[in-house]
């Protein structure tokens, strides 16, 4: 594709910026076994994640990517996990490889920057200070700071009005389905990562308009401002 030009890049976390699958199984498992129920296991909360921590409990309760538990199980669980996750955030977390280094790239070339994740605030902030990320972004959207999370678009939305530049000309990068209909209905350009969670689908199956395996790999499909505003 031609090189483009975005006025501003939104980037998701989980699967994209950091692997956290490591620190959520941890917190599942302990989550399951406190209720008497099996682990789950890291394979298996990797096609559950990318929905919020609440979706991910759900869905480890009924062993599936479907279906909802049962709202008295469910009652029991999630604050065991919430307290869990909150004690074991970025323990075990760590940045993808190239993260730190395209990130780099695209603000010295003068590209502005935000993060915009499912996950809830309390959660994002602490593991982005803890990685060493959180002074990167211009503005960060939570799982919690909108009325909606991807696949709506508001977060996205919400996020260039935050920056305070139209969204004509805007580029998402993700890893999930989610970021890819999200950026579409908000009319951003979408690049994917082919390392994240996309509960077991391979990513290029919802055509976004680039994939990756690297940071790194972001001078091929933006132009080089040369720290140019």
Not at 136 to 158: R, Y
Not at 170 to 184: E, N
Request: overall charge negative.
């Amino acid at each position: 594709m031609q090189k483009i030009n975005p006025e501003f890049v939104l980037i998701d976390l989980d699967g994209t910026l950091i692997d956290s699958v490591p620190d959520l199984a941890f917190c599942v498992d302990a989550m399951m076994k406190r209720i008497g129920l099996p682990e789950r296991g890291q394979s298996a909360v990797r096609q559950w994640v990318g929905n919020g921590v609440q979706r991910l409990v759900e869905r480890a309760l009924v062993n599936s990517v479907d279906g909802m538990p049962d709202t008295s199980i469910m009652n029991k669980a999630y604050p065991i996990f919430l307290e869990l996750y909150a004690e074991n955030n970025s323990q075990r977390s760590k940045v993808y490889d190239g993260v730190v280094e395209g990130i780099a790239w695209m603000k010295g070339n003068g590209y502005r920057v935000g993060c915009v994740t499912n996950k809830a605030e309390a959660f994002t902030i602490p593991l982005l200070k803890d990685k060493g990320l959180f002074d990167l972004f211009e503005v960060i959207v939570s799982g919690d700071t909108c009325a909606e999370k991807k696949p709506h678009p508001m977060p996205l939305l919400h996020a260039a009005q935050l920056m305070g530049v139209g969204t004509d000309n805007a580029l998402m990068i993700g890893d999930s389905r989610s970021d890819v209909k999200a950026a579409r209905a908000a009319g951003f350009a979408i690049f994917c990562m082919t390392y994240g969670y996309n509960h077991g689908e391979d990513i290029r199956n919802y055509e976004p308009d680039v994939v990756m395996n690297s940071f790194m790999e972001l001078p091929n499909y933006l132009l080089e401002k040369r720290g140019g505003g």
